[in-house]
């Protein structure tokens, strides 16, 4: 009797997957019944060889072998072996018909699971299961779906994320090593296709912020004793900024004779407006950074922890705003599950069975691999619900309450734009009522909090009444006056704002954009202070030798578009390759060619060789002269059991004689005491003792 063998990406996948199927027997590393295996990875099991796994050689970095073969072949990731061969044996047994692949859904999870099945030498055919989330209806509903591998679609976003994983390392081998050996003396200089554009983006913006002098500048306003205050403007209906005080001042003497204004035109707009798209997972980062201070990478932990542990939101890592049209005909059913507590009265409102598939929500059209995210098909949220942690509830509130949103009316408000003449000068005023409420009722009262509440912007804020105007009739003036204000520089970025300039310019996916900002923090390459993500000295002196094409926001656009390619077939993976292979080695010469005087990161020189002239650089335990394949003269940074510090061998080199140091100690090291190091002659060190009167 045949059976299927199903492979997840994680054990918590798998035994979600097992648990729907009926697969109770659990053997530890996998789970098996009469008509199915059921097993998983642990992420990735299988990556790419190293330039040095295949020759020893490239262990030790040198210019001279740059650019790395590339396209090593795979390897078990180290410490994933036994799993690994878990899999290989399940792959190898004889009752086996197909393979079900169950990882992630999406380029880099159809990667993992192929080169699973390529290093386990797989001969059976591969269907995919492709799940919105972990409830037994997604999984039941993805069974009843399978797809093919073979299918094209699959093959082709294959043959991309393989090239795409190749190129990274292509690019990151090659230039991180180009940049330590030729720039980094003792400190790594990694090179990312992602992340050192990133870098690039954080630091102009510091620069603008650095760079930027504020102006002062001055509003005309004018008081109209109807209780209401309009602006000067300019033709082009723009407020007039006056950058003298002066002229300012002569502005406002100009209208001091005058006692009645002109209205020029008043405009009344009803308009409305559609209760936002659903969040992804960019856009889920923006919000959580922007109203409760969350870094990307935390808020990808929680959405996470409420897919994979707590089952009650759908595939976090999407890049998709809409849903699928074949949701609609379940999505009442979602928001069933969670009308309890402070959702219900807002989902009661809506009236489920006429609910209408607008477009805007519902789109196949706009649909990546996975849909928008919402919560999911599970009867027990409100029980998991109040186990949640605070960061927790507040991210599943954000999802659930823009879900209940697009079910709601529309905001509806009114606008009214005054312009009014008075003497030679233009002045606006502009209003908004509120009509109805509509989907902001869900949106801001339901999530109102104290963090969310301070977040909102300000641009909905309703004004005052403006009187019962229109054109031709005459205001009466009660003052001039003058608002003072000083231009701003541009905000540098933060956690609520970084994830979106990264999607402005495709740096990095929903799944990695969160590890690319972490790994410039752990390079220090930036660092995040009060809540903003500013650039090092490091990172900008390492920008410093990068050439503009390596580091340009539009170079993950452009690698993209060409991968694209890759996909549809107009150009090889072997092409692709080749071509970046060419610009290092092009690349390669700009580095030798543009060598700094210092290496980045390095310590300062403490002084001169007394024995050659060479620069005294500083290692582990010693400071060492540069020329030292010629030179052997050295100073330990520990003498008699005290450490010399970096002042004392300056002066020490400098003047053939240190200060008084104390704190050495005896041979038995039972006593302490205080001497000069000297350089003799010879430039042996000795130690000359106070004289004592």
């Known amino acids: 009797m045949s059976r299927i063998l199903v492979i997840a990406e994680k054990p918590s996948a798998g035994r979600d997957i097992a648990r729907v199927l009926g697969v109770t027997q659990d053997n530890g590393n996998y789970m098996e019944s009469e008509e199915?295996?059921?097993?998983?990875?642990?992420?990735?099991?299988?990556?790419?060889?190293?330039?040095?796994?295949?020759?020893?050689?490239?262990?030790?970095?040198?210019?001279?072998?740059?650019?790395?073969p590339a396209d090593n072949g795979l390897k078990i990731k180290e410490g994933c072996r036994a799993q690994f061969n878990v899999i290989k044996k399940l792959i190898a047994s004889d009752d086996i018909e197909y393979l079900i692949n169950a990882g992630d859904?999406?380029?880099?999870?159809?990667?993992?699971?192929?080169?699973?099945?390529?290093?386990?030498?797989?001969?059976?055919?591969?269907?995919?299961?492709?799940?919105?989330?972990?409830?037994?209806?997604?999984?039941?509903?993805?069974?009843?779906?399978?797809?093919?591998?073979?299918?094209?679609?699959?093959?082709?976003?294959?043959?991309?994320?393989?090239?795409?994983?190749?190129?990274?390392?292509?690019?990151?081998?090659?230039?991180?090593?180009?940049?330590?050996?030729?720039?980094?003396?003792?400190?790594?200089?990694?090179?990312?296709?992602?992340?050192?554009?990133?870098?690039?983006?954080?630091a102009r913006r510091d620069q603008e912020y650095e760079n930027f002098k504020p102006t002062p500048y001055w509003i005309l306003n004018m008081k109209f004793k109807d209780g209401f205050t309009g602006t000067e403007v300019d033709s082009e209906g723009a407020a007039v900024r006056y950058t003298e005080k002066a002229d300012a001042e002569k502005a406002v003497e100009a209208c001091s004779g005058i006692r009645k204004a002109r209205v020029v035109s008043c405009i009344r707009e009803k308009k409305s407006q559609k209760a936002p798209q659903l969040f992804n997972l960019a856009e889920l980062q923006g919000c959580m950074g922007k109203k409760y201070g969350l870094a990307p990478d935390k808020t990808l932990d929680i959405a996470q922890s409420l897919y994979e542990k707590h089952k009650i939101l759908s595939y976090p890592r999407?890049?998709?705003?809409?849903?699928?049209?074949?949701?609609?005909?379940?999505?009442?059913?979602?928001?069933?599950?969670?009308?309890?507590?402070?959702f219900k009265p807002y989902i009661d409102a809506i009236d489920l069975p006429n609910i209408r598939m607008e477009k805007r929500y519902f789109n196949d059209g706009k649909v990546s691999d996975h849909h928008a995210l919402i919560p999911t098909l599970n009867r027990d949220i409100c029980n998991i619900y109040n186990s949640l942690t605070e960061d927790e509830r507040n991210c599943f509130d954000e999802i659930t309450a823009g879900l209940i949103a697009i079910f709601h009316p529309d905001y509806e408000y009114e606008t009214t734009e005054i312009l009014l003449q008075a003497g030679s000068k233009t002045f606006r005023v502009s209003g908004t009522i509120t009509k109805n409420d509509g989907y902001k009722q869900v949106v801001y009262r339901l999530l109102e909090s104290g963090k969310a509440k301070a977040a909102e912007n300000n641009d909905d804020k309703e004004t005052d009444n403006l009187p019962d105007i229109s054109e031709g009739m005459e205001a009466d003036i009660e003052t001039a006056s003058l608002k003072a204000a000083r231009t701003k520089p541009p905000s540098r970025y933060n956690p609520g704002n970084i994830i979106k300039l990264m999607g402005k310019y495709k740096i990095g996916t929903s799944a990695t954009s969160a590890g690319i900002v972490q790994?410039?923090?752990?390079?220090?390459?930036?660092?995040?202070?009060?809540?903003?993500?500013?650039?090092?000295?490091?990172?900008?002196?390492?920008?410093?030798?990068?050439?503009?094409?390596?580091?340009?926001?539009?170079?993950?656009?452009?690698?993209?578009?060409?991968?694209?390619?890759?996909?549809?077939?107009?150009?090889?993976?072997?092409?692709?390759?080749?071509?970046?292979?060419?610009?290092?080695?092009?690349?390669?010469?700009?580095?030798?060619?543009?060598?700094?005087?210092?290496?980045?990161?390095?310590?300062?020189?403490?002084?001169?060789?007394?024995?050659?002239g060479g620069i005294m650089r500083e290692g582990k335990k010693n400071w060492y002269c540069e020329n030292y394949e010629k030179c052997d003269f050295k100073l330990w940074k520990e003498i008699s059991g005290k450490k010399i510090s970096p002042e004392d061998a300056e002066k020490l080199l400098k003047n053939r004689k240190s200060g008084l140091i104390k704190g050495f100690k005896s041979k038995n090291k039972d006593k302490s005491f205080s001497a000069y190091l000297v350089l003799g002659n010879d430039n042996k060190l000795s130690f000359e003792f106070q004289k004592h009167k």
């Not at 797809?147 to 795409?164: I, M, V």
């Not at 090659?174 to 050192?196: D, E, I, K, P, V």
């Not at 993950?556 to 610009?583: A, C, M, Y």
């Open 318 to 342: 999407t890049d998709s705003r809409v849903l699928s049209t074949d949701l609609f005909g379940e999505i009442a059913e979602h928001l069933q599950c969670c009308s309890f507590g402070k």
């Open 519 to 612: 790994t410039l923090l752990n390079r220090k390459f930036i660092k995040l202070e009060k809540n903003q993500y500013i650039s090092t000295e490091l990172g900008r002196q390492l920008l410093k030798f990068i050439p503009a094409v390596l580091k340009s926001p539009n170079m993950t656009i452009e690698f993209e578009e060409k991968l694209q390619k890759v996909n549809s077939g107009e150009v090889s993976s072997e092409q692709f390759i080749q071509e970046l292979l060419d610009e290092i080695a092009k690349n390669k010469k700009y580095f030798l060619e543009h060598l700094p005087a210092e290496k980045l990161g390095a310590p300062k020189p403490v002084g001169k060789c007394p024995a050659c």
């Open 105 to 202: 859904a999406g380029r880099e999870g159809l990667l993992i699971q192929e080169w699973i099945y390529r290093m386990a030498a797989n001969r059976h055919p591969v269907k995919i299961l492709w799940a919105s989330s972990l409830t037994a209806e997604a999984i039941r509903t993805a069974m009843g779906r399978l797809h093919d591998s073979q299918e094209e679609e699959f093959r082709n976003l294959f043959r991309e994320a393989e090239t795409r994983s190749i190129a990274d390392q292509v690019l990151g081998y090659n230039y991180t090593r180009l940049l330590t050996c030729l720039f980094g003396g003792q400190t790594m200089l990694s090179y990312g296709r992602c992340q050192t554009p990133l870098l690039n983006l954080i």
């Open 36 to 68: 199915y295996i059921v097993t998983w990875a642990a992420g990735h099991l299988v990556e790419l060889k190293s330039p040095d796994d295949v020759n020893e050689k490239y262990k030790k970095w040198n210019v001279d072998d740059i650019p790395l």
